[in-house]
């Protein structure tokens, strides 16, 4: 960067009135242009104008701050053989003013600065850390914490005292700067004051009537239009809640006779005062009359301010009560007894006997936080049994999983509770509104129902139930698994998957039941699906030695252990997640596992289907009467409650016919007679 010195600038550094100016006052001769075109310091020169090289100006300016004046400048030209007879009258006048008003020197656009790769950072502003160079307009702005630490002193110490102190010379910042700061500070004072007061700049005065205010016992002095107050306004005035113009009026001075500037100036010296000793002065009537309403006044305060600490007590949540009673017991008592204990927890809206269980008793009121609190613990064992191995898990589930998993047991009322109120919501068992109609099936090769519902009225491994499911998975990519369930146990016999839903699948999930062999003769039951229903299947049934049987078409309740499973699995297995056909075989190994050896079922004891098994088989032939029995009767309360709800869907829609209620071979419910109330 080069510094410019224009001579026109000596119109405002010289009184024109005391020197004549003359053409070759603002002229170089040709002469002295060539001489300073080959001085090396010199960058440009013409008849008017000299620019110095960037270096040359930064060294002047550090030897100028040494003695900021013309003549160091001058002194310091002729070091480098630029005479006073080589250049114009006021060139160190005008360099002079420069360093003066502009500060630190500096390349003269963006454009210069960025072009000049010779250039190392000398500026002592930018090295503090306390400006830096603006992004939006070529020049330097000032750090924000550095402008509020001279703001936080001002107007008591000035801006350049202030960065002295804080190790920034103000020759380096310049003149110009420091204007625009003190413009800055006084506007943002006079802003605060305005919004803190609630007054509107416009109807305060700027000049104040002296003759009027000096006569008052509280007015210090009044000088060139500023009101200053005496140590003991400042003592009496400073835990006043009031604005400067209530304060005033109290004291007996109208505030429209105060200028801005004095009303600031008093705001910020009372927000910043520290009480000192009292201070005696002789007493008046005056005196007497404002000391009157000044305790007006405060006894307006704190009647004020104990209204707003009820508000605040009666929303406060019972820590904060605690904190204010303790408050009040801490108060000073009064010596002459008006604000006594009892009437301050009255102006708060607070009995006596609350006052002193706060108080006292620090199990008071607390039920509510402890309550929380261990709700909190709660929440966290419950949230760690549902993240048990990734699964999803309703609340049965998690009631079930908990005492396993974690050393607690919480009721289902429980669990449900807290998962409401911490908004865990599950999606276990959700019943699918729009459920997708079954192909249609062949009418060849169908086998009679021969399990008719009765899944749990046999004994383990008698049953065999089959279905397949389509399965979607990674990127857009689709899968069938073909299953097999013992309806007796709940076991997950097999569970394979293949990239088609084709007769292989069926084969292969056939051979798979080996795996948990099935008795001979068992029964081995699935849909009408065209699957079951081809030659090759049949046939490997039959050398299988199992007897095969279906639902009855379009009947899905027929299946319905082997569908829930399904369910189960979609539902509490992220399979979706796998990229390939193998991650998705491992996965549900995974789940196979799991649901066998560590799942519970709510509706067989809350057992695995594992320990069910062992249940049943360790069972003698007398108790296992006795539970076929209880399986039987619990199976014929439900054929009953199934045909009264079928029975109140036909008197109400008046469509169905008592075949319809009765269906094929009469299995579902019975007939009318039969349901007759």
Known sequence: MTVEIPIVWVFFIVNQEDVKLDESSFKYHDNNVKKLEQNPVVKTVDSRNIEFKLSFTIRLFERWKEAPCPETITMVLAEENILVNDVTLWLSKNINEKFLNCGYPRHKNRKEFENDVNYNESNPLILSGRFHRSIRRWGLEIDTEFQQELKKTYPNVSIETRMKQLGVNPLDVGYIRLRRLIHQFNSELAKEYSASEAVDRKSIPRFTTPSVLVRNPYVKTVDHGILYMTDAFYNEVYMLPYKVTKLL????????????????????????????????????????????????????????????????????????????????????????????????????????????????????????????????????????????????????????????????????????????????????????????????????????????????????????????????????????????????????????????????????????????????????????????????????????????????????????????????????????????????????????????????????GRMTPTEYERFLEGMSEADFSDYLAREEKRFADMKVKSAEKAHNAAKSYKEFTEKSIGGLNNEAGGSFEEVQV
């Open 249 to 604: 009026e109290i004291y007996g001075i109208e505030p429209n006779l105060v200028s801005e500037e004095s009303l600031i100036r008093i705001h910020l010296k009372i927000k910043e005062w520290k009480p000192s000793d009292s201070i005696n002065f002789s007493v008046c009537e005056e005196i007497l009359k404002i000391q009157n309403r000044r305790i007006a006044a405060m006894h307006n305060a704190v009647m004020n301010d104990f209204s707003k600490v009820a508000d605040t007590f009666k929303a406060a949540p019972i820590m904060i009560q605690r904190k204010i009673c303790r408050w009040i017991d801490e108060l000073p008592r009064d010596p002459y007894g008006y604000f006594t204990c009892k009437r301050i927890i009255t102006l708060i809206g607070l009995s006596k006997s609350r006052y002193y269980a706060l108080l006292n008793n620090k199990n008071y009121g607390m039920q509510g936080i402890r309550k929380r609190d261990q709700d909190e613990i709660d929440i966290s064992v419950i949230r760690h049994v549902l993240n048990y191995k990734g699964f999803e898990k309703g609340i049965m589930q998690v009631y079930m999983l908990m005492p396993k998993i974690t050393e607690h047991s919480f009721s289902i009322y429980r669990i449900r509770r807290l998962m409401n109120k911490y908004g865990i919501r599950t999606d276990i068992r959700r019943p699918s509104r729009n459920r997708k109609a079954l192909r249609e099936l062949m009418e060849r090769n169908r086998k009679a129902n021969l399990l008719m519902r009765r899944f749990k009225l046999h004994r383990p491994n008698e049953v065999r139930l089959t279905d397949v499911t389509y399965l979607d998975y990674g990127d857009e990519k689709r899968a069938y698994g073909s299953a097999s369930v013992d309806p007796v146990t709940g076991r997950l016999i097999c569970f394979i998957v293949s990239e088609n839903n084709d007769l292989q699948l069926a084969l292969d999930t056939l051979e798979a039941m080996d795996s948990h062999a099935a008795k001979s003769g068992a029964i081995l039951h699935s849909d009408q699906g065209i699957l079951y229903m081809t030659d090759d299947f049949q046939t490997a049934v039959v050398e299988k030695e199992l007897t095969q049987s279906m639902s009855r078409r379009e009947n899905c309740w027929d299946n319905a252990v082997q569908e829930s499973f399904f369910g189960h699995f979609k539902d509490e297995c992220h399979y979706e997640k796998c990229k390939t056909l193998k991650e998705l075989q491992k996965c549900i190994d995974d789940y196979s596992f799991y649901y066998n050896n560590e799942r519970g079922m709510w509706d067989r």
